[in-house]
């Protein structure tokens, strides 16, 4: 069984970081491109950041400079670290898997408020 469990999220001010974190079990994780998607009230969900399994990585511009996303092998870890974030940034930030298959995490949210 496919499981993809992040964690980190939570209620940060505006130009603070956050690093959120995603664990998969269940899939040969070097072999797929890990993601970041992120889903605010009434839009719908965007990719914020993926790596592919040599770790070339790819960003929108909305978060070009400030997001990194990384992965760890050997932990089935894949990691995104946000600075700067802005209340834009507010969302339910999802982790995904895919080349294999395509499978998600159940979501963690990310509040940038004063």
């Known amino acids: 069984q496919v499981q993809l469990v992040e964690s980190g999220g939570g209620l940060v001010q505006p130009g603070e970081s956050l690093r959120l974190s995603c664990a998969a079990s269940?899939?040969?994780?070097?072999?797929?491109?890990m993601g970041w998607y992120r889903q605010a009230p009434g839009k719908q969900r965007e990719l914020v950041a993926s790596?592919?399994?040599?770790?070339?990585?790819n960003y929108p511009d909305s978060v070009k400079g400030r997001f990194t996303i990384s992965r760890d092998n050997a932990k089935n870890t894949v990691y995104l670290q946000m600075n700067s974030l802005n209340p834009e940034d507010t969302a339910v930030y999802y982790c995904?898997?895919?080349?294999?298959?395509?499978?998600w995490g159940q979501g963690t949210q990310v509040t940038v408020s004063s």
């Open positions: 790596i592919d399994s040599r770790s070339y990585t």
């Open positions: 995904y898997a895919g080349g294999y298959g395509n499978y």
């Open positions: 269940g899939i040969i994780f070097s072999r797929h491109v």
